[in-house]
């Protein structure tokens, strides 16, 4: 099985900065795409953005401009830096990760962390 460990939330101002990390460990062969969703109370779960094996990238419209992702691939790990931060950023992040092993390519969900940004 694969696990997916989240880091990096917390309480902060409008205007400050957060550094979200997520390492993947367990039957992995391969990551694939990687990436960073947020749910907040009495929303859908929305797409923030990915990262491809390629190193390609894509953000929502919200983030650009204020969010970067990367990865490093010999640590399994997928970052997600975000600054300029507005109240409306406020939700749960979820890591999501696309993982080839044996053949099959499978997606996991960490367990999510807080980001709170306060006025």
């Known amino acids: 099985q694969v696990q997916l460990v989240e880091s990096g939330g917390g309480l902060v101002q409008a205007g400050g900065s957060l550094r979200l990390s997520c390492v993947a460990s367990?039957?992995?062969?391969?990551?694939?795409?990687m990436g960073w969703y947020r749910q907040a109370p009495g929303k859908q779960r929305e797409l923030v953005a990915r990262i491809y094996s390629g190193g390609s990238t894509n953000y929502a419209d919200s983030v650009k401009g204020r969010f970067t992702i990367s990865r490093d691939n010999a640590k399994n790990t997928v970052y997600l830096q975000m600054n300029t931060l507005k109240p409306e950023d406020t939700a749960v992040y979820y890591c999501n990760t696309d993982i080839w092993y044996a053949g099959t390519i499978s997606n996991y969900w960490g367990q999510g962390t807080q980001v709170t940004v306060s006025s």
């Open positions: 367990g039957r992995i062969s391969r990551i694939n795409t």
